[in-house]
């Protein structure tokens, strides 16, 4: 550790310890938040090192195809650009058919995952997530279903009238095989209020996500950063995580999110930017730290930070790039300038250019095919043969303003 013997000793004792393998609590952990200069370089290196030890140097990647549904929302939370209200012309709803022709198409091209998250719009009934899970099943039957966050289940369960467990069950029987842990944001009522005063709750979010663990349905975790939470909160969201899943076991990852903000009423209202990178930096650098042994998979959002950021949050700790997210749109709507889909070529490059072979994996972060550091023989894949992405899978722009797919009450459909 090059760094290390330059940096303080409030600095320096968190990081020995990290090394050493203890348990950093929130107040151990808190001074790196603030690290800078030859503090910054050292963090990072440990993290880096921490990484080596408890996920190896493989860097992974899943091909997968976002499915969101709908856009309209009942919800109105000012970090989120995506949602329509009910009556706005650029609602949009896919049907049955429509969202097994993407899975089929998909599926074709080669992903393993579809992920399926959505805006909870009026008339919705219970059965609709059914209706979705069938759907999928039906266009893509060997595929991973990664569906709905707790905020979703919450509300199937209630529109059914039933416990939430019993919902998750209906859903396993159809297909569904893991959650999103989005809705997450900051795990603290009293920032919630502030950001999505009408999202769930902390409390009921904890318990979609133990309840699902407990059924054998794992999940990922998320932290949202870089709006009005303070960098104890973000580091009590991890260790809030850390203590469910030594519980529960069932968190397959940590996706670190960074607020984007262009276009989000939570900025246009109190001016409010999202992290400098620097902050990313030393979030996915403690988030090594505190969470490794529990939570041992760290990804790197392009969608969010860039392809050239990630290249250094996977040399901060970080060891998963996420997935080709085959139509995106929830951050490009916000004004993340970064695409809606990355092809498998295009993140194996991003990994080499880290220094480190790609691999591609499943959902549960099985290993599916590994590459070479050094590139140059890959066999082609399907998705980086596509010629002409952009009019194959459309964007979030086309889709809002296809009138063949303008949003209707789906219970009168």
């Not at 590994?370 to 002409?388: C, I, T, W």
């Amino acid at each position: 550790m090059r760094a290390l013997g330059r940096v303080p000793t409030r600095l320096r004792a968190p990081l020995e310890r990290a090394l050493e393998g203890a348990r950093l609590e929130v107040d151990e952990a808190l001074p790196l938040m603030e690290a800078r200069g030859d503090a910054l370089e050292a963090l990072l290196e440990t993290a880096d090192a921490l990484r080596a030890r408890q996920a190896g140097e493989r860097i992974t990647y899943v091909v997968n195809r976002n499915i969101n549904f709908t856009n309209v929302c009942l919800k109105s939370c000012s970090f989120c650009a995506y949602a329509r209200g009910h009556r706005s012309e650029q609602g949009y709803w896919l049907d049955a058919e429509e969202i097994e022709r993407r899975a089929e198409e998909a599926a074709t091209l080669g992903a393993t995952e579809i992920c399926v998250q959505a805006g909870l719009a009026p008339g919705m009934r219970a059965e609709t997530y059914l209706e979705v899970v069938r759907a999928v099943r039906r266009g893509a039957p060997d595929a991973h279903i990664h569906a709905f966050s707790p905020e979703e289940i919450r509300h199937g369960a209630a529109l059914g009238r039933m416990p939430e467990e019993a919902f998750l069950r209906a859903l396993m029987a159809e297909g569904l095989g893991s959650l999103p842990g989005t809705a997450a944001e900051i795990l603290d009522d009293a920032i919630r209020r502030r950001i999505s005063p009408t999202r769930i709750d902390t409390a009921s979010w904890i318990r979609v996500v133990e309840t699902a663990h407990r059924l054998g349905l794992p999940t990922t975790a998320t932290i949202l950063i870089g709006h009005v939470e303070s960098a104890r909160d973000r580091l009590a969201h991890l260790a809030l995580l850390r203590s469910i899943q030594e519980q529960s076991g069932g968190f397959t990852e940590l996706v670190p999110l960074s607020f984007v903000h262009e276009r989000t009423p939570l900025h246009a209202r109190q001016g409010i930017v999202g992290p400098s990178l620097r902050s990313v930096l030393r979030l996915h650098a403690v988030a090594r730290l505190m969470l490794g042994e529990a939570i041992p998979n760290l990804q790197a959002s392009w969608v969010k930070e860039g392809p050239e950021a990630c290249i250094q949050l996977l040399r901060a700790g970080a060891n998963d790039l996420g997935g080709t997210l085959i139509n995106e749109s929830i951050s490009t709507m916000a004004g993340a300038g970064h695409g809606e889909r990355l092809g498998p070529a295009a993140l194996r490059a991003l990994a080499r250019r880290a220094g480190r072979s790609p691999a591609e994996r499943g959902t549960r972060y099985e290993l599916l095919a590994r590459f070479p550091l050094e590139g140059g023989a890959d066999p082609p894949h399907p998705l980086d043969q596509v010629l002409d992405p952009e009019a194959r899978f459309g964007s979030y722009e086309a889709l809002a303003s296809d009138p063949r797919l303008r949003w209707r009450a789906p219970a009168s459909s």
